[in-house]
T-cell receptor
Framework: DAMVIQNPRYQVTQFGKPVTLSCSQTLNHNVMYWYQQKSSQAPKLLFHYYDKDFNNEADTPDNFQSRRPNTSFCFLDIRSPGLGDTAMYLC?????????????FGNGTRLTVT | GQNIDQPTEMTATEGAIVQINCTYQTSGFNGLFWYQQHAGEAPTFLSYNVLDGLEEKGRFSSFLSRSKGYSYLLLKELQMKDSASYLCAVRDSNYQLIWGAGTKLIIKP
C-alpha cells in the first residue's frame, strides 16, 4: 500500500543534543510537510516543500531545519532541542497544494527532550 | 487574524448521533477538511467540502455554509472506536491550511 512512513516512532533526546527525524513516501506526491503538534493543540506547520521548492513558515524557530534530497524522502533536523520542543512531529504529503488535495499523514514521531 | 473555532470536548452515547461544529474566519476560502485523530496517532482524512450543502460518506456526513463560515461533522450510529479528536481545517486564499485545535469526542457505552 502506498503510504507515508516516519522513523523513529518514538525518540528521546537530551537537551541540546541534535536529532534528525525522517519521513518517506511511496505516494509520489509533490508536496511534503512537517508539522509540530503539542497535546490538545492544532498542528503547527513548520516547513513544506513543493517539489524542491522549500517554504519556511515565518515563525519556525531557526533551530529547526529541513532537507528533501529527493521526491521520496524528507528530514527534519533539530539542531539544539529545548524542553519546549517535546511534541509529536508529523510528516504529511499531498498530491499538490490545490484546494481539494487532502493531506496524508505518517504515524508521527513522538519526541521527548529531557 | 485567521481563526477556527471548535468545541474542546463532547460526550455522546454509543449508538447515538453527534454533531461537531466548526466556525471559521479566514482570508478567503478554498475548501474545508475534517480529519479524525486517535490519541497518539496521526490525523486521517474524513471529508472535504468546497460547495454549500451536505456530503455523506457512510456513517459520517459533513455540511458547509460558506455564507455563515460554518461547518459541521455528523456522526451516526456511534461506535466506541469513534472516540477520537476531530479536527477542522480550512484552506485560505493562499491555499494555506488553517487548523482548529480539534474536538475530543468521548463515547460512553
Amino acid at each position: 500500500d502506498a503510504m507515508v512512513i516516519q522513523n523513529p516512532r518514538y525518540q528521546v533526546t537530551q537537551f541540546g543534543k541534535p536529532v534528525t527525524l525522517s519521513c518517506s513516501q511511496t505516494l509520489n506526491h509533490n508536496v511534503m510537510y512537517w508539522y509540530q503538534q503539542k497535546s490538545s493543540q492544532a498542528p503547527k506547520l513548520l516547513f513544506h516543500y513543493y517539489d524542491k521548492d522549500f517554504n519556511n513558515e515565518a515563525d519556525t524557530p531557526d533551530n529547526f531545519q529541513s532537507r528533501r534530497p529527493n521526491t521520496s524522502f524528507c528530514f527534519l533536523d533539530i539542531r539544539s532541542p529545548g524542553l519546549g520542543d517535546t511534541a509529536m512531529y508529523l510528516c504529511a504529503t499531498s498530491r499538490d497544494s490545490g484546494g481539494s488535495s487532502p493531506l496524508h499523514f505518517g504515524n508521527g514521531t513522538r519526541l521527548t527532550v529531557t | 487574524g485567521q481563526n477556527i473555532d471548535q468545541p474542546t470536548e463532547m460526550t455522546a452515547t454509543e449508538g447515538a448521533i453527534v454533531q461537531i461544529n466548526c466556525t471559521y474566519q479566514t482570508s478567503g476560502f478554498n475548501g474545508l477538511f475534517w480529519y479524525q485523530q486517535h490519541a497518539g496517532e496521526a490525523p486521517t482524512f474524513l471529508s472535504y467540502n468546497v460547495l454549500d450543502g451536505l456530503e455523506e460518506k457512510g456513517r459520517f456526513s459533513s455540511f458547509l455554509s460558506r455564507s455563515k463560515g460554518y461547518s459541521y461533522l455528523l456522526l451516526k450510529e456511534l461506535q466506541m472506536k469513534d472516540s477520537a479528536s476531530y479536527l477542522c481545517a480550512v484552506r485560505d486564499s493562499n491555499y494555506q491550511l488553517i487548523w482548529g485545535a480539534g474536538t475530543k469526542l468521548i463515547i460512553k457505552p
